[in-house]
Every structure is written in structure tokens, then in C-alpha cells.
């Protein structure tokens, strides 16, 4: 949903590919700039959209001061789903190709009402990992628990 | 921005009346019912209009389970302005019609970048005092406060 | 419910005079150490009975080391009603017995579920003063709002 | 100590059994639903329990509205022991049987006074993979270390 | 401890002042820039300093990007003395010369181990204030409830 | 910058070996006992340096009443390295020597300003891995993002 460079969007371009090719509909698409109010703004007009169940943001989520997605979702999340990140940050470590820089981001995850989102990095390599080992089996079932009872 | 009466609003319309007879500019005016992405989404957009300097809404500031407008507010907020829901209390409690009922609202105020928002209760009584006593006299201090530096 | 002195409880007895002579029904009471996890277990037993309404306690509301019940029913409170400390502390104040001993008090208030807990001072006047002034003239309506909707 | 299914409560009676083969002492066991006051009560009596040091329960760590057993212990830890969590969640993750389903579960562990607490999700095999890979070798330790000094 | 002009400290002085001629002794005195590593530094000398009882810093407590003393404050604090804030806000809104302009301040003070912190706004009315009604009257009490058991 | 025993400081000794074989300059050494002042004023100190870029502390991160290191850090940190702490404590785990033993540890890192700080375990073998695997590779990188833009 968020990327920086606004003509291309590698890893906002294997979102839409993961997505549609496991069988899923694409709802929208959006490029937000690295900034409070229009990411506050892009989350709460998806949020709206009856058709939407699942967000996935790309980038905002390391350590500049314009990284600043993370710390905006985490004020208006109804739960955080702690162990995403957790588990994308080991996934990353045992890359031989990520390591250690795998502890510079604070990708995350989190419900709010009966839609869950999920905030990667900006690399293509962790969208890619994201998307296919964690996102697309488990977030299905997510909203599905989301919603329960 | 945040009312709960569709047809007649009648604290939204004391805010307008407050805002124009003391030399303020209306930019913009919208109703939203009491559930936090409708409301995120108004404040975002009102945050995201460059003529706004200042957002202030009635409503959703209670204790029943629909009132979620502070709730949502705190969350993004980057600074909470917390004298001013104590200040306003205390004014509260001064008028004998309301007395001990002050302590049932939870009246705030914060900055979001350069902008300054105020959450009112609901009541009319309550909008009025709060635009007269604390907002058109703060407001535009604040506001340049905000922005110094 | 919280009380330091086992044998004479003047603010319990307070309390309790004061909620019978109003025409509510006193279910229950208890004297309880300064002690989190016997503060938590009072507070859960009376929140687990039906009966019960409104739970107010008096003590541990300062600042020495063994005043704990604010900090522990800060962690279970489902909203505070960060109000009600507020205007306890500005009436206190405004008592020329007590004058700036009114900052020394954490008195506050919230809910939990459906039922609405105060946290008062340990001192019989400080007691007199919240039961009369605040928490019988706005309880019975704020139980009302908390199970509204 | 706290479980959804009344009758049959295969993960308490994994954790039972795994206490006792240890040659640790089982001091009690009871039944809580998913009910915030219920849980707190539950958790204060075992607490309360000069014969405890260790407590473990079972079931409220995922994400459905339900799932309160980790929000209700954060509210009450003095410390939380955030390592648990994301030990138990990379050891899930290894399991094939488990693997993204991993990242789903809010397990933690947490200190109140000189007593742990480890909240496990309500599956057989989630307890059992905790019981034996983590709480067992650690516990003993955690607690003489929470009461050192 | 804390001021924005080097040269003259109209405030500090009062403070100094306030301090000697009320009987008490003046221990240390520092200058020191709206930074929040210079405002550790300066905080935690004075706190590592056994003749310190209590301290006063005047300024940064407003709504510029500047003013970072009270969030900074509050990272540390073991307690903060939450009443502190709000009967001064009341007291400054009383004054005709102040009157809604309370608001705007985040005075505040805390307890850190067993030492007492006050942090006002920068302005000479506000201290004298804050040093005469509530300060001078009740720090030595603080200080020793905060030291007691 | 923070160990317990303080004539031998063997994790002392590895960090400053480590810091110093891998080219970089060693700018300063202190030793710091539990106390959560003291603490406060060695980071300050090393904090308000112009010439450290990176700090490394050792100790303090455990469950004993004692260890304050990472409660007193996470009150100051402008943004906390949340993935540090995961990564460090799943390495750990993958240790034979360690295995369960890793979720003891509180180990975690944080930026304040333009500096980045990690906060290591006691134990010398910790302090190498972490050194190792996790600091030396990506610190450079790390305090250039966090003074970028
Ligand atoms: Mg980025
Ligand atoms: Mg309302
Ligand atoms: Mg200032
Ligand atoms: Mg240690």
C-alpha cells in the first residue's frame, strides 16, 4: 500500500502478482508517501472498503526517521499480532542473503475490527518471503479467527 | 466533525457559529457516526487538508461502549494536550448545572504535526463553554506553538 | 474494600454509612493488606458477584511504597475514568484543610465490564467528601452509560 | 488453568501429567472460561497460594474475540518474560505440523511477586512442546531467580 | 536546572530564592539547552547526588518541538505525581493573568528511588506559583512518604 | 559499560577486544553497579559524547530484582530495536549450551538520537555471539540509517 518510489513498485508489483495468482481478488492498490497522515489516511479508506479483508503495506518499516508506518499502525491497531514479525525476523535471519540485518525491521502485523494487516519491508526479497511462507497460508484463517463469535 | 443526530446537529452547529463570529475561517464540516474507522478516516482527511489548522469534534467522548472517539484520537495524537480536558472539567464542574456529571467526559485535546484537535462532548451547553472559555482564546497560540521550530 | 487498620475502619464505615443512608444496598465488604495480589483478589471476588453494582475501596492511593491499588487496578480497568481523580483532587483543593495535600492523592476511578469501581484516599473527611460531592450523585447513572449499548 | 472445553480438557491434563512425571507437585487445577474477571480471580487465588510457585495455563492466547487469557495477565505481571513467547513461537514454527500457524498464538510467560506464570495456547501439542522444551528446564530456575536478592 | 536563556535565569533565581528564604538548602544549580541527553545527564547527576532531596527545573514543558523535558521526565520516573499537574493547571487557570493559557503547560512531577522532581513552565508567575501554593508546602512531606517503609 | 563484578570484567574484556580487533575505536570503558541512577548517568555520559557512536553494555538484563538495565533503557530509547532482542534470544537458543535457557535473557537495543545502544547479558559467551553474529556486522549500518534524512 506504501512505497516510496512512486513509478516502481517492485515490491508493491509481487504483492499484486502473490496475491492474485493464489487465487485471492485484488481490492485496491495505493503508493502513500512516507508520511503520518497520508498513511493514517490510505489504512482508514481501505479499512472502509466492505470488500476488503486483508491490507498488505510495503515499506516504512526500518530505522530512518521517515520509517514511520510501524509506529503509525501500532496507535490505531485493535490487536498486534506480535508473533508475525517474531517469525518473519527468524525466517529473514536464516537467509543466507539477510542474516543479521534481518533485526533492522520491525515488520509487523495486527487486526482492527474484522481486517488484519500486515506492514513488510520494502525489499522484494522479503515481500516474496512474507507473502508465500507466512501471509498467504495463514491470513485466511486469520480474519476467519478475527471474526469469530 | 464527529456527531451522532444526523439531521440536526446542533453542538456541530454551535462549533460553526463560534468559529465564524470570532473571525475564523469554516474549511469543512462532517458527520460520522461513533465507530473508529469512520473516524480515523474524517480526522485523516481533515489532517491532510492543508487550509485546516485546527479540527475540533462533539461527541463520542462518554463512557458508553459507542464511545470510542478519544480512544481513536490517543492512539494517533503525537502530543496529548492534557490540561485541557482537566481545565475544561474543572470549568465544567463550576457550572451548577453540570457539577459532578464534569467528571463523566473525557474531553481532550492533541497535536498531529502542525495541526490542533479538539474532541467535545456531545452536549451543547458543554461546546459552548469549551469554544469560549478554552479553544477561540488558545487555538491560534497553540496552533503557532505547534509549528515553531 | 482496602484498608490499612484491621480493627477500626472509620473511612470503611463511612462508606458504608453513606451508601446505606442514600437507599442503595451494601452487598459485601472486606478488609485487605496493602498486598497486589490480595488487592486483586478482593477486587475479582467483588466483580465476580452479581449483586454488585459499584466497588469503592479506600487507601493505598499515595505515594509511599506499600500505596499499590491504584497501580493495580490500572492494570485491569477497561477504560479509567481519568476524570473522577480530577475533580476530586480540584474539591480537595479547595478545602482549606486540605489546600496543596490534595496533589498527594492518586485517587481515580474506572470501569471493568459492567460494573464501576472508585479508588479513594484512606482519610475519613477525604472519603465524606468523594461519596457525597461525586460518587453517589453520578455512580448509579454512570453504571447506566457503562452498560448502555 | 484455564480451558474452553469443560469436560475434556486434554491440554490440562498434558500439563498435569508432565508436572508430576517431573517429580514437581501439582497444588491445584481449575476450569476458567473466557472471561476477564473469571481468569483475573482464578489467577489471584493460585497466586494467593503460599504452595505456588509456578503457574501454567492453557487456552485465551489467540486472536479471536474471545482470547483475553494473555491482555487480562499483561494488565497484572510485574515483568514479562518476552523471551517465552518468541522462543515458544521459532520452536512451533520448526515444527512442520505447525510452521506459519506459529505466528497465530500470543503465548507468553510473565513474573508477578516471586511467582511465574506461563499462559500456553489451548492446543495438546503447543503444551506439550512447551511443557518439555521450555517450562520444565527453566522454571525451577526463573523462580529462584525471581525471588534472589 | 533547566533554562533556555544562559545569562539571565529570571526563574532559576526565583527558585534559588523560594528555596533559601523558606529555610531549605540550595545544593546545586545548572543551565542546561532543550536536549534530552543534556536533560538526562543534568537529571541524573542531580539524582546520583546523596545531599539532593528534591529538584526543580524550570522550562521545556510546553507544546514547541522544543519542549522535551516532562516526556523526557517521564521515561524515568519511577511515579509520577499525577495530581501535581492538574491543581497547578487549576491554580494557573484561577489567575486573571493566566486563565485559559493553563492549559498549555505539562507541568508536571514525579518520584524517582527517593528523591521528588517538580518540572514547571519557564515563566516567573508560573514558578513563584508553583513554589509558594504548592511546592514549598508539600515537598518535605513527599519526600518523606516517599522514603517511608 | 554496565558489569556486576567489578575487578574482573571478563564480557567487559571480550566487548572492548571485539570492538578494537574489528577495527573500530574503543572511546570509552566504565563500570556501572544495578542502580537504576547510576545507570542513567553512564548512558547519559557516554550519550552526550560527540565522539561515540555505538554503546554496548553488558549485565542487568535478567529476571532478579537487580537487573534494571533494559526497563531503565526502554524509558529513554527514542525508538527501541525490537528485533534485536528476538534474533539474539533465537541464536541463543540454537546454542547446545544454552538451548531453553535463552528465554531468560531481556537482551534488546534501542536508538536515542543519533546513537545506537545494545544492552548484552552478563554472560561472556552471550556477549561474544552477540558481538559477532549480530553487533559488529550491522551497527555501522544502523547508526547510518538512523542519521539519515
Ligand atoms: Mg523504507
Ligand atoms: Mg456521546
Ligand atoms: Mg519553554
Ligand atoms: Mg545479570
Given at each position: 500500500?506504501?512505497?516510496?518510489e512512486p ?5 508493491g ?5 502473490e496475491i492474485?495468482?493464489?487465487?485471492h ?16 489516511k ?13 491490507i ?11 520509517d ?12 498486534e ?12 535471519y ?12 520491525k515488520?509487523?502485523a495486527?487486526?482492527?475490527?474484522d481486517?488484519?494487516?500486515?506492514a513488510l ?11 508465500e ?5 495463514e491470513?485466511?484463517h486469520l ?7
Amino acid at each position: 500500500m506504501q512505497k516510496k518510489e512512486p513509478i516502481v513498485d517492485e515490491s508493491g508489483d509481487i504483492i499484486k502478482q502473490e496475491i492474485i495468482t493464489s487465487g485471492h481478488r485484488l481490492v485496491g492498490y495505493s503508493l502513500v508517501p512516507d508520511d503520518k497522515v497520508k498513511i493514517l489516511k490510505a489504512f482508514a479508506e481501505a479499512l472502509d472498503n466492505h470488500e476488503v479483508d486483508v491490507i498488505v503495506s510495503t515499506g516504512g518499516t526500518g530505522y530512518s526517521k521517515t520509517d514511520v508506518t510501524v509506529e503509525t499502525l501500532r496507535g490505531i491497531f485493535d490487536r498486534e499480532v506480535e508473533g508475525f514479525g517474531e517469525v518473519f525476523r527468524f525466517l529473514s535471519y536464516e537467509d543466507p542473503q539477510v542474516r543479521s540485518a534481518a533485526y533492522l525491521s520491525k515488520a509487523t502485523a495486527g487486526i482492527i475490527k474484522d481486517k488484519v494487516i500486515y506492514a513488510l519491508p520494502g525489499s522484494p526479497d522479503a515481500v516474496k518471503l512474507a507473502m508465500e511462507k507466512l501471509i498467504l497460508p495463514e491470513a485466511p484463517h486469520l480474519v476467519f479467527i478475527a471474526r469469530s463469535k
